[in-house]
């Protein structure tokens, strides 16, 4: 059976980095577009960031542009979110998903996304 596990996540001050990792088991990521989305406490998931299947299109959320950059090793079957100039509103368990045509991931969507990870938790402050 498919699954995705996101790790890295973790406590950091602001200004601090992180590397979300998202690692498939059970089946391929290649032919996947592969987005990174968040959900702070009392909101609704959002999008962050989305890269196409090969790489060659990503998409970020405006709050996250300039800071936070998401790319895949297929070799690995992971995909990854480097994020730097951390915020507190940045604080959120954070998910990857798969979209095996891309329409939903490419517009951050969550809903469409075909299969989701349980998350791993940033939490950004003094």
């Known amino acids: 059976q498919g699954q995705l596990v996101e790790s890295g996540g973790g406590l950091v001050q602001p200004g601090g980095s992180l590397r979300l990792s998202c690692i498939a088991s059970?089946?391929?990521?290649?032919?996947?577009?592969i987005g990174w989305f968040r959900q702070a406490p009392g909101k609704e998931r959002e999008g962050v960031s989305c890269?196409?299947?090969?790489?060659?299109?990503?998409v970020y959320a405006d709050s996250v542009k300039g800071r936070f950059n998401i790319s895949r090793d297929n070799a690995k079957n992971t995909a990854y979110l480097q994020m730097s100039s951390l915020k507190p509103e940045d604080t959120a368990v954070y998910y990857c998903?798969?979209?095996?045509?891309?329409?939903?991931?490419?517009?951050?969507?969550?809903?469409?996304?075909?299969?989701w990870g349980k998350g791993t938790l940033v939490t950004v402050s003094p």
């Open positions: 998903a798969t979209d095996f045509y891309g329409s939903s991931c490419l517009l951050l969507r969550p809903r469409g996304m075909d299969f």
């Open positions: 059970g089946f391929s990521l290649d032919a996947n577009a």
């Open positions: 890269i196409s299947s090969g790489a060659h299109a990503t």
